[in-house]
């Protein structure tokens, strides 16, 4: 391949890239549903045709805006993940980790959680069900393995939990959406998750003085 292509090929991803991360402001900006391709292509002072040699359709757009969530995101728990000291360190690092992410890109719980996009696109919603099961099953295997290691209740429900521990993520993404200014998503988190972790932790044992 010569010198020229390369940057032709490499040209192609950047501007591709910067579509997806206006696509993401905008919707952050003024919801999933209202984002155009001409506001796309206004918000990078390119035309609609500019926009369409990068991406058959909007709806291509959306296809490859989740794609890159899913990379991105899964790329930042699994490094959070792989700090952790145990399996229970590992998911509270994956818990801030993912709350530090959707500070710093408000759109993307919109995007995942958008009826709009799943309810007409079928491939769409397949991709956020493989991301929403994909995730689950990354925390119920680490709540199995803080079991098996004595750290968290043999009683507990992993699956059940790796439900809650979403759950929370999504509710104080509403919440704070909701009580805009009032209460931070990240000071709500650091609030909430030791609740979380006292609820599944192994309870200490109790020795019986004679």
Known sequence: MSAESARKRLGADERREEIIRVTL????????????????AQAMGV???????????????????MQWVREQLMGVLGRAAAQGRDPLDALQRMFFAHIDFIANHPAIPRVLMSEHLHGRN?????????????????????????????????DLDAHAAATLYIGMIQGLVLQTSILHGKRTLAAEAARTFPVFLQAVRQPPSRETTP
Do not use: C, N
């Not at 402001?25 to 999933?32: E, H, R």
């Not at 990068?54 to 296809?63: N, R």
């Not at 919603?125 to 004595?150: F, H, S, W």
């Open 25 to 40: 402001d905008l919707a952050a900006k003024q919801g999933v549903d209202d984002v155009t391709t001409q506001d796309m």
């Open 122 to 154: 079928a491939v769409l919603r397949q991709l956020v069900t493989e991301i929403m099961l994909g995730y689950e099953a990354k925390i119920a295997g680490l709540l199995q393995d803080a079991q098996t290691q004595g750290m968290a209740r043999v």
């Open 47 to 65: 035309t609609q045709g500019a926009v369409f040699r990068h991406f058959a359709s909007k709806d291509a757009i959306w296809l490859a805006v």
